[in-house]
């Protein structure tokens, strides 16, 4: 039975490596181009949004994880955090928010930011770093975790619709 557990596991990540995150659209570039400015005014300030039609640049950063995988991506996680291990990119997101505040951080279809904002959650430095920062996610996928995580740290986050 145990053998046969495995196999089928091992066929699902197999199956999985060469598919990305659920998400509510294609991934036709201008519908990812139009998520992202829907997403990004509702995440800027008026202030911002004043910069911007004067024709000022918004710091916008996205951060594209090494993804295997949606399943393989969360076992890999799960492998990590039972050997107190922490992804490197979780380490790696985690200085990227903490060297530019007051950016607008666009999430690829994978969790990484969602595993970041956890990491980050873990002690008062973290937490600092994340209270008041701004996540726009593409896909739909984790949002009412993301909700969750929002309300407990204090970030401000978007998760744009195609009208």
């Known amino acids: 039975m145990k053998k046969i557990i495995l196999i089928f596991l091992s066929f699902l990540c197999i ?3 060469g598919l990305t995150a659920f998400t509510q659209h294609t991934a036709d570039p201008t519908e990812i181009k139009k998520l992202t400015e829907k997403g990004a005014m509702e995440l800027m300030t008026s202030q911002e949004i ?15 994880s090494n993804s295997r995988g949606v399943v393989l991506d969360k076992l890999t996680s799960m492998v990590n955090l039972s050997n ?4 490197k990119d979780v ?11 007051g950016a607008i951080f666009i999430s690829d279809n994978s969790d990484i930011f969602i595993r970041t904002i956890k990491f980050l959650g873990q ?6 770093i994340i ?6 996610f593409i896909n739909n996928f984790n949002e009412n975790r993301v909700k969750e995580l929002a309300q407990k740290y204090n970030f401000k986050y978007s998760f744009p619709k195609l009208d």
Do not use: W, Y
Not at 50 to 64: N, P, V, Y
Not at 84 to 87: A, F, R, S
């Open 123 to 128: 002690n008062e430095g973290g937490r600092s």
């Open 50 to 64: 004043e910069d911007l039609k004067a024709g000022k640049t918004i710091t916008m950063i996205g951060f594209r």
């Open 131 to 136: 209270n008041g920062a701004r996540f726009l």
């Open 91 to 101: 380490i790696a997101a985690a200085k990227l928010i903490q060297n530019n505040p």
């Open 15 to 17: 199956s999985c490596t």
């Open 84 to 87: 107190n291990d922490v992804d």
